[in-house]
């Protein structure tokens, strides 16, 4: 009775092949560029990192809202006659 091993070296190679550097655009960077957004794979670097500082931000002003407390109007704010 013996065992039998899968090539591990073939295994290996795959698996390092998946952090190899590629020439390939990332497609995000690419759907930019066909978007016709920005010219260059630079500049749609650029974009995504803004866009996502934006949503970050975004995101930190309706959560903080949310958490904060009551943001609706007091209702008899409407009716005062300021005068």
């Keep these: 009775m013996s065992v039998e091993f899968e ?5 290996a190679r795959v698996l390092y092949s998946r952090f190899m550097p590629s020439n390939q655009l990332p497609k995000l960077v690419g759907w930019v560029i066909k978007a016709g957004i920005v ?8 974009f995504l990192i803004g866009l996502a500082v934006f949503a970050f931000l975004a995101s930190f002003y309706f959560f903080g809202n ?13 009716f005062q006659n300021k005068t």
Excluded: C, S, V
């Design 7 to 11: 090539d591990e070296q073939n295994e």
């Design 39 to 46: 010219k260059n794979e630079n500049q749609a670097n650029y």
């Design 66 to 78: 949310l958490i904060t407390g009551n943001t609706q109007p007091n209702p008899q704010d409407f």
